[in-house]
């Protein structure tokens, strides 16, 4: 906003004459007069010694000194006034012409001009408040520069404001402050210059104010009618029985009624039961602050109130906060799923370990009671139950988002019309499944089972739920979306490039309110004990995340008109690079090495914190020839390497360790190790601690949970290679 766009700001000319005098009058003091007479006096010494009269060094003298008064004049002219040297701007004019107290800032903070109110109610004469009140204010300032206009809650001196910032220019703001009082507590002391009291409040009615305010004669100022919170009048000497006498557009918005009808009725009547007894305690217990209310025509709306008390009533401040409590409600749900993704991931590591140390011994005792031995069929019941446990921990970590995964190009039309023939044998006879494929479908990168994984946890659970309720209809729907309209729908983070839509919805009775805020926690279902393990939906939320996704949920709850859940999993469209032309080139062909029997030679380094896994292990590779040495943790394998000088053929070691973890112990070790490979092991993705193997050669992973024959064959592999 340019100077001369705003009427309060008008440019200083270079010189002007009749200003200059105007100044002079303002600055009569004591050092003025005084240039004024040494300029006089110079002047006529100097007229009066050039007749010849006194010598020829005196007369330039005197010249010089009448120079040097008419260039202090200048000077003085020009840059005296501290005011003018701030881009022109008449502030002082600007913040005198107000009642509340207010202040002209630069976007640094310093203050040029202020009124007797700003400086009485606490504020610095050369800066804005600072310490814990500069964030608020930063923020408000900010966005003024962006909006025009900042609003924050702001402590200045001892009390509390609600500071509105107004951009006045590029380089200067005006600030106004309007004081936080509570009801019988008056924290702040009306300004020499003017008072909050009615009389400014209805500016255009003093004869109504002082008959009580007649609100039919009155009329809020500019800055009340167009203020973006809502404001009312009230007279009385207590706040829930007092009169309401004026409203601005936005507190008759939020109560959703015109100003004649709020008019003459008491502010108490106006809040639900609860509401009013509660803002009651709070008033009486001296409480302070805004206050969290209902009001009585729109309760399901939250409303945050400022009680402002004057000579005659009260007045009240009514912000709108839906906004911002769903925006702490998301934060709360996501700082939750965090918490628990991170337990899932913990709980799931821990269960890896005691699955391969399962599986391991179970490998070691099949070897030993083969087909025909009576012990073979318990021992291959055992391993069915631990492939069954091994699903669940997988489900786990796809949840916590530390699955490995193996993402590929993919092209979503392909992938649900592919997967579309298995999910038509999942339905139930009274369950139909449509689909709809939209045109130009884009490509994703993701782990095609995952992804797949995810679409048939929310069939199977949309069929669930359509087959309770008497059958219907389950819709599969795949589309691509431009970055405004996956916001639209529900991710407010969408990539720039757009986003590929598969989206699963019933007409089945829908997900009440109550329960839509956990469905994605793990273990939690609806369904009968023993038919859901309420894993499902924990691990669609969990993959979804891992491919960079979103997810969300619409529900409405039956006998509403089209109820039903549509669930929306958005992924980020691929973005493709267009490859440089080049020569054809033969692909290489890798003879891969592919043992035929698990056998083999060599000196192996096994390092794992699990005294389970590591021993079974061990002991089963030595079975089929292998000399192995273990150690316990980083620090151990550190001190076999150095005992040995590095003399080993692989080196096999988990990640996650107390003490030193796997990488960290590989890079101290490397020096000694040489190009000898190595294999990590870890129930963790390996992209969990991919970053830290930076500039390693020779490396390999296995996931856990291991069996003896994928262990054995990488084994045999690595040594080959």
């Known amino acids: 906003m340019s100077a001369t766009s705003n009427p309060a700001v008008t440019p200083a000319p270079a010189f002007d004459l009749k200003a200059l005098t105007s100044r002079m009058t303002e600055r009569g003091s004591l050092w003025t007069m005084a240039w004024v007479a040494v300029v006089v006096l110079t002047a006529s010494g100097a007229f009066w010694m050039?007749?010849?009269?006194?010598?020829?060094?005196?007369?330039?003298?005197?010249?010089?000194?009448?120079?040097?008064?008419?260039?202090?004049?200048?000077?003085?002219?020009?840059?005296?006034?501290?005011?003018?040297?701030?881009?022109?701007?008449?502030?002082?004019?600007?913040t005198g012409a107000l009642t509340e107290a207010a202040a002209v800032a630069a976007m640094d903070g310093r203050v040029v001009a202020s009124n007797r109110a700003w400086a009485e109610v606490g504020g610095s004469a050369k800066r804005l408040p600072q310490g814990e009140a500069a964030q608020a204010m930063f923020v408000a300032m900010k966005d003024a520069r962006v909006s025009g206009m900042g609003r924050a809650v702001v402590q200045i001196g001892a009390s509390e404001f609600d500071v509105t910032v107004s951009r006045l220019t590029d380089d200067q703001v005006l600030v106004r402050a309007v004081p936080v009082v509570v009801h019988d507590v008056a924290i702040y002391a009306?300004?020499?210059q003017g008072d909050l009291s009615s009389e400014t409040f209805l500016n255009d009615a003093p004869d109504a104010v002082q008959a009580g305010h007649d609100a039919g004669n009155g009329a809020f100022d500019s800055f009340a009618r167009g203020a973006p919170f809502g404001k009312?009048?009230?007279?009385?000497?207590?706040?829930?029985?007092?009169?309401?006498?004026?409203?601005?557009?936005?507190?008759?918005?939020?109560?959703?009624?015109s100003a004649d009808d709020l008019t003459g009725r008491g502010f108490g009547d106006l809040l639900t039961p609860s509401s009013r007894a509660e803002t009651e305690a709070r008033l009486l217990g001296g409480k302070s602050g805004r206050f969290d209310i209902h009001l009585a025509a729109n309760p399901d709306l939250p409303v945050q109130m400022l009680i402002s008390e004057d000579t005659t009533g009260f007045m009240v401040y009514l912000f709108d906060v839906s906004e911002q409590k769903e925006l702490e409600q998301s934060l709360a749900q996501v700082q939750k799923m965090q918490a628990i993704g991170q337990f899932a991931g913990g709980v799931a590591h821990d269960l890896n370990n005691l699955l391969t140390g399962l599986k391991l011994r179970i490998d070691e005792l099949l070897y030993n009671h083969p087909l025909g031995d009576p012990s073979y069929d318990g021992l291959k019941e055992i391993r069915q139950i631990g492939t069954r446990a091994e699903d669940l921990v997988s489900k786990l970590l796809a949840f916590a988002r530390k699955k490995t995964v193996k993402r590929v190009t993919l092209n979503i039309g392909e992938l649900v019309s592919e997967f579309e023939v298995f999910l038509r044998r999942l339905m139930r006879e009274d369950v139909k499944l449509e689909t709809d494929y939209g045109r130009d479908l884009p490509n994703i990168h993701a782990d095609k089972s995952q992804m797949e994984m995810a679409v048939m946890n929310l069939v199977v659970n949309a069929r669930d739920a359509v087959h309770a309720s008497g059958g219907g209809k389950v819709r599969i729907k795949t589309a691509v979306l431009s970055q405004?309209?996956?916001?639209?729908?529900?991710?407010?983070?969408?990539?720039?490039?757009?986003?590929?839509l598969i989206e699963v919805s019933d007409n089945g009775p829908g997900i009440p309110p109550d329960i839509m805020a956990k469905v994605f926690e793990p273990f939690f279902t609806t369904k009968p004990q023993g038919e859901g393990t309420g894993l499902g939906l924990a691990t669609v939320y969990g993959i979804v995340n891992q491919a960079d996704g979103h997810i969300t949920i619409t529900s409405v709850v039956a006998p509403e008109p089209n109820h039903g859940a549509i669930f929306r999993i958005f992924l980020p469209v691929k973005i493709e690079v267009a490859m440089p032309e080049s020569a054809p080139v033969a692909p290489l062909v890798v003879a891969k090495v592919t043992p035929k029997d698990m056998s083999g030679a060599g000196r192996i380094l096994f390092v794992e914190d699990e005294d389970i896994v590591r021993g079974i292990a061990a002991r089963l590779l030595r079975q089929r020839g292998y000399e192995v040495l273990e150690a316990a943790d980083g620090e151990e394998a550190l001190e076999i390497i150095e005992a040995e000088n590095g003399r080993f053929d692989l080196l096999i070691s988990d990640v996650i360790m107390p003490g030193l973890d796997g990488p960290s112990m590989l890079k101290r070790a490397r020096p000694l190790l040489g190009n000898v490979p190595v294999m990590f092991i870890s129930g963790y993705a390996e992209a969990e601690f991919s970053d830290l193997l930076d500039n390693e050669a020779n490396i390999s992973f296995l996931p856990k949970p291991l069996d003896i024959k994928t262990l054995a064959e990488r084994v045999k592999e690595q040594l080959a290679a």
Do not use: R, Y
Not at 55 to 71: D, H, K
Not at 74 to 90: I, K, R, T, V
Not at 484 to 493: D, I, K, N, Q, V
């Open 190 to 192: 009306p300004p020499a």
């Open 50 to 94: 050039v007749s010849g009269t006194l010598p020829f060094g005196i007369v330039l003298a005197a010249v010089l000194v009448a120079i040097a008064g008419v260039i202090g004049m200048g000077l003085f002219a020009f840059f005296g006034d501290d005011d003018a040297a701030n881009s022109g701007l008449n502030a002082a004019h600007l």
């Open 484 to 500: 405004s309209e996956a916001a639209a729908l529900g991710w407010a983070e969408a990539p720039e490039q757009g986003a590929a």
């Open 232 to 257: 009312a009048l009230l007279t009385g000497d207590d706040l829930m029985t007092a009169t309401v006498v004026g409203v601005n557009t936005v507190f008759a918005q939020l109560l959703k009624a």
